[in-house]
């Protein structure tokens, strides 16, 4: 087929939706068969290979796709930069839960971890949190009770008792709503005040020298990073829609959002020009440079047998007043 041809049909909308249907597809089966699990230990070497491909593809793929119009560019672009970015959260991921896991089954260090633990105000922590953010203190106060739990079973303690606990903090959380806006807000909010809460937590322990603080801080990260991956899947399950669909939907919002404040700073310089201001401002400073309308107090004035408001009479005295007049008659 000839070249322009086939871009001329590849700006039909139908033609279009049926593109992105198959990438959507195509790259969600390249996802599930790398990542049937996300805490599947994979080996380094096939680490390494899949963020090469991720941190390389979407510059293959718009060298390659030099000649194509812009509508299926601008969809292939969107959709190889998607999968890229999920290949490499869920690369960081794995490769957290393997640190994490290695660090569960040193138990000296799962010992300190649960002495700096005692050390921690939580009452304090959720009066800061219910002073901050006005929320419901029981989603935080499950998070210490699981915390202190977890930790009682030192040598039993797992990645997938983790897990277990955020999954079921998350489904407890998530089951009480309905509506399809609310349980996205919902899901996010949660997803927010854990990662607040964890920080919190974080900080207690930097302010007492806990001797664990890079223990905790790995496990924070991989709370937050398998949190953000488990909102993720139910959302999509959810709205019943692939994980790359969904990716590529917030990166629309923030493209809007980006043309939206442009345009908005585009109406500000048309309204109100810079250079209008400076030639205002010159003309003022040529106002205040004319000796004509330099002003001069007149002298003191002396009124004796000054009246007040209640009728009262005072003695002498020397009231000044502070009027100004030209120094020229000119300007009247």
Known sequence: MITWKFSRICTI??????????????????????????????????????????????????????????????????????????????????????????????????????????????????????????????????????????????????????????????????????????YIYNARQFLLKTNFYCSLILRELTLHYGTSLGSFHLLQLFIEEYLYYRIEQKISYYLNQSVINLVIENLNNEQQQQQQKYIMNKNYQYFFNDDDIDDDFESLSDDFNDPRNILKPLSPVQIDDFILPHGTVTDSFSYIFEDLQPLSNELF
Do not use: G
Not at 18 to 43: A, C, G, H, M
Not at 88 to 112: A, E, P
Not at 156 to 171: A, S, V, Y
């Open 13 to 182: 909308p139908f033609i279009l939706d049926q593109i992105r249907l198959f990438y959507s597809k195509f790259y969600q089966t390249i996802i599930d068969s790398y990542f049937p699990n996300v805490l599947t230990s994979l080996t380094q070497t096939t680490i390494e290979a899949i963020r090469t491909i991720a941190n390389n593809i979407s510059y293959w793929l718009i060298h390659a796709i030099e000649h194509v119009y812009d509508p299926l560019k601008l969809t292939l672009i969107q959709y190889t930069q998607a999968f890229s970015s999920i290949l490499l959260r869920y690369t960081s991921l794995n490769h957290l839960s393997l640190t994490v896991h290695t660090m569960f089954l040193q138990s000296s260090r799962l010992i300190t971890m649960s002495n700096d633990l005692t050390h921690i105000n939580f009452n304090d922590l959720h009066e800061q949190i219910n002073w901050l953010i006005e929320c419901d203190l029981n989603l935080f106060i499950k998070i210490e009770q699981c915390f202190k739990n977890l930790f009682q079973c030192q040598t039993m303690l797992t990645i997938h008792n983790w897990t277990t606990f955020i999954d079921t903090l998350l489904d407890d959380h998530l089951i009480l709503y309905n509506n399809a806006k609310e």
